[in-house]
């Protein structure tokens, strides 16, 4: 008897959910169909700060690549380029980027340089050969190091 209850009860939630499904489906599957599902009103905040998200690191991802190809022209220094990077990084307040800190380097200027170095690197080897790329890491390197040694840190321009 207590089977026979089991399922009757389990038919009767099924049954349930199924019939709101129904109520539901017609609207949820034009949508669909259209590709038009839209997000709950309790979504909706989450998915336009996500947007935002991305619309901010596409801008500053811009950015970054015009600074370095900048500081690879030479119009800009090393230490130019990380305090820029180290704007881009801060702002917005609402988005700011943290990987940077992870960098290995003893304050935040040094980090800053070698986030720099790092985009440079990385984004200059589609623009100018491989060999201009590595002779201009070495210098920007040699720069880095020779700044510490004679400041103990790195001190970038306001």
């Given at each position: 008897?207590?089977?026979?209850?089991?399922?009757?009860t389990?038919l009767?939630?099924m049954?349930?959910?199924?019939?709101?499904?129904?109520?539901?489906w017609?609207?949820?599957m034009d949508d669909v169909?259209?590709g038009?599902?839209?997000?709950?009103?309790?979504?909706?905040?989450v998915?336009?700060?996500?947007?935002?998200?991305?619309?901010?690191i596409?801008?500053?991802?811009a950015a970054?690549?015009?600074?370095?190809?900048?500081?690879?022209a030479?119009?800009?220094t090393?230490f130019?380029?990380a305090?820029?990077?180290?704007?881009l990084?801060?702002?917005?307040?609402?988005v700011?980027?943290r990987?940077?800190?992870?960098i290995?380097?003893?304050c935040?200027g040094?980090?800053?340089?070698?986030?720099?170095?790092?985009w440079?690197?990385?984004?200059?080897?589609t623009?100018?050969?491989a060999e201009?790329v590595?002779?201009?890491?070495?210098?920007?390197?040699?720069?880095l190091d020779?700044?510490?040694?004679r400041?103990?840190r790195?001190?970038?321009?306001?």
């Open positions: 008897m207590a089977g026979l209850i089991r399922l009757v389990g009767a939630v049954a349930a959910a199924l019939g709101g499904l129904d109520s539901a017609p609207t949820w169909s259209r038009q599902l839209r997000p709950s009103d309790e979504s909706a905040p998915i336009a700060a996500r947007e935002r998200e991305h619309d901010v596409a801008e500053r991802t970054r690549h015009k600074l370095v190809r900048r500081l690879a030479g119009e800009i090393l130019e380029a305090a820029r990077f180290g704007e990084n801060r702002t917005p307040a609402d700011p980027d990987g940077w800190r992870m290995e380097g003893n935040d040094e980090k800053l340089c070698r986030q720099v170095i790092i440079a690197e990385a984004n200059l080897r623009e100018v050969s201009r590595e002779a201009l890491c070495r210098s920007w390197q040699k720069a020779g700044h510490i040694a400041n103990g790195v001190v970038l321009p306001e």
